[in-house]
């Protein structure tokens, strides 16, 4: 029996996606939409991140918002104060990602659960307090004005809307095929058993310390190039970039559409996104509504949008194997 | 010399009002391993709850502290009920989450009704005492009396009382409290009603000499995981001298080295200590 529930999981469903996110800058009724859309890439590109340390090595990351301004600042100083040419400058906001997750996950990955989370809260917050206080490199509490924005090929020219939301659009396409490649080979098997529990990890022969690190670094090499994307396309970033309320943000966002799921920071950050802006009010209060939603989804639906929906379609699926093998098996009885 | 004793004055205070705060959360931590993320928030509305007396009700400090203290404990005891109860049983994950959930209301809540700016709280003891040459606020002498008078309070309830032994024997084996007959779920909610009553006593003490804001909890609870992590989490007495610790170390670091990075200290010296230790400073108890 097809169900039109089943058109989620098809491939049509992620063609047709694409297709209205390529038509969208012609369905938008102003620019403004397009720049709300284009931000909502940027997040989720990060929440693509923390999916895989938290969602898929459920290792949960209390600083990824750090790593997100590490890679905003390091842009913006290479381009503002060095006056490097922006791509040069985004490959190093990567690096930036690279040296500074292997750092802090080298120290912090040593640590289990809730040691791990204080931990990395702590690292956030030696972070924020750093580009608050470091003058002389981060401008301290006034920021970093002027960023430019991505520099153009030929014609195109990435500070007009259209042409940044289609970057925009193109990191998140790569951002979201670099972590479906993961999640299908043998490195996103591993990520699932340390997820499981270490000790099930060590007694399959998964090498703990490593594993962990490599999730880590790539979740914060997405945090950082996120960083940079957004640095430039705001043109001006501050030690707030770095608070844990960003952070939060992310975590509900993965957790409304499901971490863990290939699919579920996206639909959880353009949903946020969506919600946000059309109730105006919510902007400065949305903790007000997010907060209850976590604890409420936490408790009643911990899977996410996505996560319920995989879960429910796959028992139905083992539902009706298990009931025509036994049909199968009665017809063989009856014969 | 005067200006070591004002340092060492200052480092006093903070290492009491850390403890305070720090011993709620290893409270809560040792009983349900929950490490309560929403402790700083209970911690900003015990300000508020004791500056609306104070300021709004022209209350006396006393009572403003004592209404803080009940009105934070039944909203611990309400979030342990509705949050953290039903979550007994799911991964470790899921807990943490909601915590972070709870904090983001709490002081969403807090800013929506009274606003993002800084509020002075009145100084109840504006008197200085006079000891030698050294003169000393009597807020601070204040602070420092009642954090020590209540750690031995709750250090005697804990080991003297049927009550607080069977908090330490839910902390020391669920199971085998709940064999012998030990109500786990009441330990639970007596548990954080304790630690929400430390957090507003230690913000009602503390506001005087500081700001009132929605997040003033933030950099406080950090620096209370810190201690907690320092100390051994679920170990009392590991809370107080962690606390200590990090008083003196803010204090003293902040006047001989910087006081631009004081606050960076306490988390440079959590990364320095688990870099080498990754349980923290003192062994943790057998749990």
Redesign the interface.
Known sequence: MKRISDLFASPWMKALLLAVALVFPWLAESDYQLYVLSTAFVWALAVYGLNII?GFC?Q?NLGHGAFFALGAYTLAILTVDHQWPFWWAFAGAGLMGVVSGLVVGV??L??K???F???T???G??VY??LD?WEALTHGAAGMMDIPAPEGFGWIDFSATVPFYYLALAFLMLGIWVAHRIGKSLLGRTFLAIRMGDDLAQSLGINLMRNKVLGFVLSTVYAAFAGALYASSVRFIGPAEAD??HT?DM??YG?VGGLGTLMGPLVGTLLITWMTQSLQFLEE????V??????VL??FM?KGIVGTYAFRRNRRIAAELTAKARAKEEGQRRA | MDLFLQQLLNALTLGSIYGLVALGLTLVYGVLNIPNFAHGALYAVGAYVAYVVMVDYSGNYWLAMALAAVAVAVLAMLSERLVFYPLRNSPPLHDKIAAIGLVMFIEAMLQWHFGAEFRHMPVAFDTQVQLGNLSMPAQRLLIIAAAFGLMAVLHLFLTRTMTGSTIVAVAQNREGASLVGIDTRRVALLTFAISGALAAVAATLFAPINLVYPAMGHLLIMKAFVIIVLGGMGSVPGAIVGALIIGFAESFGGFYISNEYKDVIAFAALVVILSIKPTGLFAKRAN
């Open positions: 938290t459920g949960l120290v912090s040593r640590l659960e809730n040691y989370a204080i931990f809260l702590c690292v917050f030696i307090l750093l206080k844990v309320t939060f975590i509900a957790l209060f949305r903790m007000i997010f907060g209850p939603l976590l604890v936490v408790i911990p």
